[in-house]
């Protein structure tokens, strides 16, 4: 089975899932045979960095949770649509003129840990339905705030009358038509986000992926596959000789001083062997990778 990651660059008006349907059909016409998952699910009418799973590098999925994204935006204010985006039904229309200085007063209030409410039409599970089809049948239904980290908000221009551009740094999970929301609340008037494009998650770049076009004409699509331990590059690393990674597999207890802090990325003669911990002197394999 082939492990690492692609650094897919999904296209607009495309799901997550239908973009991973056709990489997988290309993957399978190359005689490559692997599991295949995406971490993080990108807006169907949004585009940008879309990073894919290869077998074993699945399990990296709940280390990658927290990393840090970074998208490009635009927002219009002066009409709201139900998806808080410009393929959603109108719902009403405003005609106060927003400029640069009411988007400067506005961002500080915007920034740093807060109690983000998701859009109706979002992903979110509620009792094993997802929110969207709910909305799309008109059932009504709560959701609940999430806590996310918007850690910067940079105003880079005013594109046309009411449309500014922007870039926001944020924690995953971050729902970045629910940010057009509430800063069009915070600017007294609605708004949506009209375009999205996600410019890097976690160590992933757009400036290194790769679309599905470019995969289907490739006559070698292994120089696009990442080995696994690229995602790790930022976590502390601890190696092990052979014999003892033999006795970790077989449930025995190792115990090893001067082990790293939280989690690190474990080694067993110079290869990967999965994500460990310190557990009071004892090397705990939480996530086996070989």
Not at 136 to 161: A, P
Not at 210 to 231: Q, T
């Amino acid at each position: 089975m082939l492990n690492g990651f692609i650094n897919l660059r999904k296209s607009a008006h495309i799901s997550s899932n239908k973009a991973l349907s056709i990489l997988k059909f290309i993957l399978n016409k190359n005689n490559i045979a692997t599991k295949v998952g995406h971490f993080g699910t990108l807006d169907p009418d949004a585009e940008g960095v879309l990073p894919v799973a290869l077998g074993r590098a699945a399990r990296l999925f709940d280390y990658f949770l927290d990393k840090q994204k970074v998208y490009y935006a635009l927002f219009r204010f002066g009409i709201e649509t139900d998806t808080l985006d410009a393929s959603g039904r109108v719902l009403c229309t405003d005609t106060k003129i927003i400029d640069t200085e009411d988007i400067l007063a506005a961002i500080p209030s915007l920034t740093g840990e807060q109690e983000q409410m998701p859009p109706d039409y979002s992903a979110k599970s509620i009792n094993g339905k997802k929110a969207y089809v709910l909305a799309r049948k008109g059932i009504e239904f709560s959701l609940k705030t999430k806590k996310v980290t918007v850690y910067g908000i940079d105003l880079l221009e005013m594109t046309e009358q009411n449309v500014f551009a922007l870039r926001i740094t944020c924690s995953g999970g971050t729902y970045i038509r629910a940010l057009a929301r509430d800063m069009a609340k915070a600017l007294g008037t609605v708004g949506i986000m009209q375009y999205l494009m996600r410019e890097r998650s976690g160590d992933f770049d757009i400036s290194h992926s790769v679309s599905l076009d470019e995969l289907e004409a490739a006559a070698d699509i292994s120089s696009f596959i990442m080995p696994i331990d690229c995602v790790l590059k930022n976590m502390p690393r601890y190696n092990i000789i052979e014999e003892e990674k033999t006795r970790l597999l077989n449930g025995q207890i190792l115990l090893k001083e001067h082990l790293p802090e939280g989690y690190f990325a474990l080694y067993s003669d110079g290869e990967l062997a999965g994500i460990a911990i310190d557990n009071q002197g004892r090397l705990l394999v939480k996530t086996w990778l070989l």
